[in-house]
């Protein structure tokens, strides 16, 4: 798989392919087909930054790695939202940095913000790219320019600790390299979002990702014990012991702040022993709300399996007819996915098919969970090749207590078929579960209007007006960005935003990490 993804798509550009021809077929009957016209090479904006700042920045870290090549700019350039996709599909990379700098240790680090503060440039960390709430877009007024913080260099693990089942990794650790070498060691961290395969060690915890089997690894703001932070004011190193009463949890004030308070340069985890049974089952369900009681009853009562998911009606009807997800014909309900990773996962295994089957659901054996497993990093690369064709496709997600869940599913899925449209295809699933609630995931499909990025931020504030009206959170896992910065002041409100200012002034006096994003 190639180290950096495709510039205006997502993921490994070997992978890039049109559309399945049964989905093809099926987007054709609901929407009409439109082939997008192919993106011209664009041309960057000049570098900005003053030749004296770059001369200091080559003498830090040496010429090789400080580049103003477009084509190193152009893979630095926002994220991978729709709206992001969307821009550079259009030759807009406004946004691109005027440098990207690759350090390779923690002193380095702490010497570009050094540089960036006394020439007053705005710096960006960079992890895998994979934002989809605009991390990754900072604001250029007022700055002599914007530099890329790449932490690509920083991929190492030290401190393996077999006793405690904890290790150091570095933030340039992408997923798939950080499980390779703690599984050196027996030990994985079981953290698999969707994005999985690009997104950071350091991103993860800049912005407190939840992966598909957090259930049972838990969610990584929870795998962290302590963390190393380069800010302007100084280095951060916290999590000395497994708990501490040593006053409020500071590790939980670095943990999702999205580069605005410092730069994470290492992260201690605590990580398991690397399982030896891997078991997936399909579960079927008569309604969406039948399925989500058996989810809470599970939750409730402690039996918690590491994967559980559940697909409302119109995404298991999907996923059915498309064969990409559980696959086979649909009968109507909702399909939930239930894995269990571990040692041994008999007993417990048999324990929750005892509940599921009490309260209604089907088994529909392991083959379809099987099915989800090898293709549960492909949806991605099925966006691109929806918007080739003129479909509108984006994600968002919120969460709830399970009290809340009903009045926040209606409030959301009316609020994007009130933006987009009769014609709209949302989906839903349950991602993640808790004791007290849920995280809700709604897919969107929509043909494109004549201007598909306005179309879409006019139906993302509809649903973030809804599920914030509604009570719910505006972000369960994909973080606060630039985009829903509007929504965070309502739900944090006036005192939570003074807080949020406070820290960032305390660390960040001149305002050069990351300027626009997070904070308010
Ligand atoms: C297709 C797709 C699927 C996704 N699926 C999931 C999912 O299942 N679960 C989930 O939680 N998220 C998901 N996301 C969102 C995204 O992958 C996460 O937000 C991820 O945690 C970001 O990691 P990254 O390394 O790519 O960070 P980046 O995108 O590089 O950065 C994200 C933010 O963190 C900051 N940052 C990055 N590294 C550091 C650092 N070392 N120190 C300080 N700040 C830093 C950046 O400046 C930026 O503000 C998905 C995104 C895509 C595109």
């Given at each position: 798989?190639?180290?950096e ?5 997502w ?7 049109p559309l ?7 987007v054709?009957?609901?929407f009409g ?8 090479e664009v041309?960057?904006p ?11 920045l ?11 090549d477009?084509?190193?700019?152009r893979?630095?350039?926002?994220g991978k939202s729709?709206p992001?996709?969307l821009r ?16 390779a240790t ?5 010497a570009?913000?050094d540089?960036?503060?006394?020439h ?6 960079f ?5 989809v709430?605009g991390?990754?877009?900072a604001r250029?007024e007022g ?5 890329s913080?790449?932490?690509v260099r920083?991929?190492?693990i030290r ?9 150091v ?9 950080a499980?390779a070498?703690?599984?050196?060691h027996?030990?994985?961290l079981?953290h698999?979002?969707q994005?999985?395969?690009?997104a950071?060690?350091?991103g993860?915890?800049?912005?407190r ?9 838990g ?6 014990v302590?963390l190393?932070?380069a800010t302007?004011a100084?280095t951060l ?5 497994p ?18 308070f ?17 078991v997936?089952d ?16 599970l939750?409730?009562?402690?039996l918690?399996?590491t ?12 996923n059915?007819a498309s ?7 649909s009968?109507?309900g909702?399909a ?6 571990g ?11 005892a509940?599921?089957t009490?309260l209604?659901?089907?088994?529909l054996?392991?083959e ?13 690369y099925?966006r691109?090749?929806?918007l080739?064709v003129g479909?509108?496709v984006e994600?968002?997600?919120?969460a709830t207590?399970w009290s ?9 899925r009316?609020?994007?078929t009130?933006?987009l ?7 839903c ?6 004791e007290?609630g ?8 929509a043909?494109?209007?004549d201007?598909?990025?306005a179309q879409?931020?006019?139906a993302?504030a ?15 896992h994909?973080a ?13 409100g ?5 807080i949020l200012r406070?820290v ?15 904070v308010?």
């Amino acid at each position: 798989m190639s180290t950096e993804m495709h510039p205006t798509r997502w993921g490994d550009p070997a992978a890039v392919a049109p559309l399945p021809e049964t989905t093809r077929g099926l987007v054709e009957l609901a929407f009409g087909i439109h082939e997008s016209p192919a993106v011209e090479e664009v041309t960057l904006p000049p570098v900005g930054l003053p030749g004296a700042v770059l001369d200091e920045l080559r003498s830090l870290l040496g010429d090789d790695h400080v580049h103003t090549d477009d084509a190193t700019r152009r893979l630095r350039t926002r994220g991978k939202s729709t709206p992001d996709l969307l821009r550079a599909r259009a030759g807009d990379l406004a946004d691109a940095p005027d440098a990207v700098v690759r350090p390779a240790t923690h002193d380095e680090v702490a010497a570009v913000l050094d540089v960036a503060v006394r020439h007053h440039v705005a710096v960006v960390p960079f992890g895998g790219g994979t934002s989809v709430t605009g991390g990754l877009v900072a604001r250029r007024e007022g700055y002599a320019g914007v530099l890329s913080l790449d932490l690509v260099r920083m991929k190492g693990i030290r401190d393996v600790d077999p006793v405690s089942m904890t290790a150091v990794l570095e933030p340039g650790l992408r997923g798939p390299e950080a499980e390779a070498l703690l599984a050196g060691h027996g030990m994985t961290l079981g953290h698999y979002p969707q994005s999985f395969e690009y997104a950071s060690i350091g991103g993860f915890a800049a912005t407190r990702s939840s992966g598909q089997s957090s259930a049972g690894y838990g969610r990584f703001d929870s795998l962290v014990v302590g963390l190393t932070v380069a800010t302007p004011a100084g280095t951060l190193e916290l999590g000395s012991a497994p708990a501490t009463a040593a006053g409020p949890d500071l590790r939980q004030l670095l943990l999702g702040s999205e580069g605005a308070f410092g730069v994470i340069t290492a992260v201690r985890v605590r990580v398991r022993a690397l399982p030896a049974e891997k078991v997936y089952d399909a579960w079927h369900f008569a309604s969406f709300d039948q399925g989500a009681t058996a989810m809470r009853t599970l939750a409730q009562s402690g039996l918690m399996p590491t994967v559980l998911r559940l697909s409302d009606e119109t995404e298991t009807a999907l996923n059915l007819a498309s064969h990409s997800d559980v696959g086979g014909e649909s009968t109507g309900g909702c399909a939930m996915i239930v894995g269990h990773e571990g040692a041994s996962v008999a007993v417990k295994r048999a324990a929750v098919a005892a509940v599921l089957t009490e309260l209604g659901g089907t088994d529909l054996g392991e083959e379809r969970g099987r099915a989800w497993a090898a293709g549960r990093f492909h949806a991605p690369y099925l966006r691109d090749a929806m918007l080739d064709v003129g479909v509108l496709v984006e994600t968002l997600e919120t969460a709830t207590f399970w009290s809340n869940v009903d009045r926040v599913y209606a409030a959301v899925r009316d609020a994007l078929t009130g933006a987009l449209g009769e014609k709209a295809l949302v989906l839903c699933h349950i991602s993640h579960v808790y004791e007290t609630g849920c995280s809700l995931y709604f897919t969107v499909a929509a043909p494109e209007a004549d201007d598909p990025l306005a179309q879409w931020l006019a139906a993302k504030a509809a649903a973030s007006d809804a599920m914030t009206g509604a009570g719910a959170t505006i972000t369960h896992h994909h973080a606060v960005g630039t985009d829903h910065r509007p929504w965070l002041s309502r739900e944090i409100g006036e005192v939570g935003v003074g807080i949020l200012r406070a820290v960032k002034a305390e660390l960040d006096p001149t305002g050069v990490l990351n300027p626009g994003v997070l904070v308010p």
